[in-house]
């Protein structure tokens, strides 16, 4: 017996059908991998497929992160559909980065915390970003300083502003993420904080805020009082 496709499901629940009718928007998340597989196994049709590999995931923060050996242990799932499904998921978290920020100006804490929120949020590793702004308050340059945190021997604040200067920056923006994704500030948090306001004030570029990204909410440490 051939692999299972969409035409051994009925028409009316045919997950393509069903995106030229309503658009993707409609579908469940499993129609939508029912797409990506394309096929079914012997015993299952592609919709069944589907449901199976979500079932192995407690929700799609965890199917997001799923590695090729937990893909490779479903039945159904052989070496060419995992990978197709990790290819499919690597592309979709750097389609979802290229969306997060564009220059402009920085009108409001809450403009730039969803931004970095949607940027930051769900990493596995800790990130220190720097936004650079000229005197209109407008991002000149975006960069990723540190990848560890900043309890890292490498996060100092002298290389954010080595940054800021080479970029002719009047004032700037540091955010970092919480893998835990709790986005209360720790005392390190609060120390490093403390240190970029000082450094700041002494090369007269002024540390504007520092955000702390969550699962999904972030903390503004201006708003928190610590700046």
Same mark, same amino acid.
């Given at each position: 017996m ?17 995106m030229a ?5 409609a ?5 939508l991998?029912?797409?990506?597989l394309?096929?079914?196994?012997r015993d ?11 079932s192995?995931f407690?929700?799609l ?12 242990a479903?039945?159904?799932?052989g070496?060419a ?8 998921i690597e ?6 980065k290229?969306?997060v920020?564009?220059?402009g ?13 949607e940027e ?8 220190v ?8 308050n407008? @991002? !000149?340059?975006k960069?990723?300083?540190?990848? /560890?945190?900043?309890?890292? #021997?490498? =996060?100092?604040p *002298? ?12 004032? @700037? !923006?540091i955010a970092?993420?919480h893998?835990? /994704?709790n986005?209360?500030? #720790?005392? =390190?948090?609060? *120390? ?8 700041g004030?002494i090369?007269? @570029?002024?540390?504007?805020d520092?955000f702390?990204? /969550?699962?999904?909410?972030?903390i503004?440490?201006k708003?928190?009082?610590?700046l």
């Amino acid at each position: 017996m051939l692999n299972q496709k969409f035409v051994d499901v009925p028409q009316e629940s045919r997950p393509r059908e069903r995106m030229a009718e309503y658009g993707p928007e409609a579908l469940a998340n499993h129609e939508l991998l029912a797409i990506l597989l394309r096929t079914g196994t012997r015993d299952q049709n592609v919709l069944q497929l589907s449901m199976q590999v979500f079932s192995n995931f407690d929700d799609l923060y965890m199917f997001k992160n799923a590695t090729l050996e937990e893909l490779l242990a479903i039945p159904g799932i052989g070496k060419a559909k995992a990978f197709e499904l990790l290819a499919t998921i690597e592309l979709g978290k750097r389609l979802a980065k290229t969306t997060v920020l564009k220059e402009g100006a920085v009108t409001s804490s809450q403009y730039v915390g969803k931004l970095l929120l949607e940027e930051l949020k769900g990493l596995q590793q800790e990130l220190v970003v720097g936004l650079f702004l000229n005197t209109k308050n407008e @991002i !000149i340059k975006k960069e990723t300083i540190f990848k /560890g945190g900043l309890n890292s #021997s490498v =996060a100092h604040p *002298r290389e954010i502003f080595k940054a800021a200067i080479k970029y002719s920056s009047a004032r @700037i !923006i540091i955010a970092h993420n919480h893998p835990s /994704g709790n986005p209360e500030p #720790s005392d =390190a948090d609060l *120390r490093f904080t403390e240190r970029m306001c000082e450094v700041g004030k002494i090369v007269g @570029i002024e540390l504007l805020d520092h955000f702390i990204i /969550g699962e999904d909410q972030y903390i503004s440490l201006k708003e928190y009082g610590a700046l």
